[in-house]
């Protein structure tokens, strides 16, 4: 029996160190394309945003989604749960970004137009 616990401490530990792995990757990727800012991504639009902005927004959702997959144990629950959780943070995240991206260029237009001025 105290093999057993040995095992699943094992296991676990290297389930630990795995997420840690992952979750280290990207946000080193993240921190990187942050330094450089490629030219070639600054200068791409997509949707009427820069490719490097999207890029940190989908590597974040994807760190969101595995966080909450790896610590929240989403991974042993039902797969209607899982979704209903998932698909939720989903929509709101993308709702909040479509809601910050709209009223921000409107804001931006504004400023840029001179109809206020930029003197904060």
């Known amino acids: 029996m105290a093999h057993d616990t ?3 401490h094992g296991s676990a530990s290297k389930r ?17 394309l942050g330094i450089i800012k490629p ?3 600054t200068n791409t639009y997509l949707l009427g945003m820069k490719l490097l902005n999207w890029i940190f927004i989908i590597l974040t959702i994807y760190k969101a989604y595995y966080i909450a997959w ?4 989403l991974e042993h629950e039902t797969k209607g749960l899982r979704r209903a959780i ?9 709702y909040l970004i479509f809601i910050l991206l709209t009223e921000g260029g409107y804001i931006y237009d504004v400023y840029k137009s001179g109809h206020v001025a930029w003197d904060f």
Request: net charge negative.
């Open 39 to 41: 030219e070639i991504l």
């Open 86 to 94: 998932v698909w939720t943070a989903v929509f709101l995240i993308c």
């Open 70 to 73: 790896a610590f929240m144990h």
């Open 6 to 8: 040995t095992h699943n």
């Open 16 to 32: 630990i160190w795995s997420v840690f792995a992952i979750l280290s990757v990207v946000t080193i990727i993240e921190v990187i």
